[in-house]
């Protein structure tokens, strides 16, 4: 069956150093993998898109890596700060398909 | 420009009660998704809606639910009789183009649906 796993656990950091997320996914062939942020109570929005042959994304201080080897990609937020503290969901999406199959989310919580 | 808007925000219904969602897409985007999001898991796709035709409701239970985009209006998501099961998050996203190939996706900031 299909599964797209994230951290399981919830990530708590120092303020200024690097967050390491993971997505994992199982039975896709994903063209594109996108990360989105959530805050509570809030709908999803939009922060990287990354395709499957591009090896790296960046956009300021998040970094996104994509393996279609290792059927995974790593998001990255370097020099972190409070704000970024939030939930990141992957989302994947197959070739000629517009749906987005999402992961459950890694909650961050960046210590001041 | 306004986002995505839904409303309600929050929605209590009794056990066997209708339930109405409503979504008013971004200005220009004709492409409208819903989602759900129960606790601690991630959002499940449930129908894709262009003006007036539904284009893949794959992700909606068969029973009990129906959307609709009319040529006027927002987007409705109805939820009929109700159940406890339904008690989640309903999030709709819209886009401009075909699908939402490598492009992002506009999302609202949901209805909580609480069924009591």
């Known amino acids: 069956s299909q599964k797209i796993e994230q951290n399981s656990e919830a990530l708590n950091i120092q303020e200024g150093k690097t967050a390491t997320l993971t997505c994992n996914y199982t039975?896709?062939?994903?063209?594109?993998l996108q990360w989105y942020r959530q805050d509570p109570g809030r709908g999803p929005v939009f922060l990287l898109l990354?395709?499957?042959?591009?090896k790296e994304k960046r956009k300021e201080r998040l970094k996104v890596t994509f393996d279609t080897t290792l059927k995974q990609s790593l998001f990255h937020i370097t020099a972190s700060q409070p704000a970024d503290s939030a939930t990141y969901l992957c989302?994947?999406?197959?070739?000629?398909?517009?749906?987005?199959?999402f992961g459950a989310g890694t909650t961050v919580t960046v210590r001041a | 420009n306004a986002g995505v808007m839904q409303n309600p925000r929050h929605l209590v219904r009794r056990r066997g009660q209708e339930a109405r969602l409503r979504c008013s897409p971004m200005?220009?985007?004709?492409?409208v998704y819903w989602y759900r999001q129960l606790p601690e898991e991630g959002l499940k796709f449930m129908v894709y809606?262009?003006?007036?035709?539904?284009?893949?409701e794959s992700g909606m239970p068969k029973e009990r639910f129906s959307a609709e985009f009319p040529k006027e209006g927002p987007s409705i998501l109805r939820i009929q009789q109700v159940v406890r099961g339904d008690s989640a998050a309903y999030f709709c996203?819209?886009?401009?183009?075909?699908?939402?190939?490598?492009?992002?996706?506009?999302f609202g900031q949901g209805t909580r649906l609480t069924v009591v």
């Open positions: 996203a819209s886009s401009q183009q075909w699908g939402t190939p490598n492009t992002e996706a506009f």
């Open positions: 039975n896709y062939s994903p063209a594109y």
């Open positions: 990354i395709r499957e042959n591009e």
């Open positions: 989302a994947l999406e197959e070739s000629n398909d517009y749906k987005l199959s």
């Open positions: 200005k220009g985007h004709s492409h």
């Open positions: 809606l262009q003006k007036e035709n539904i284009i893949d």
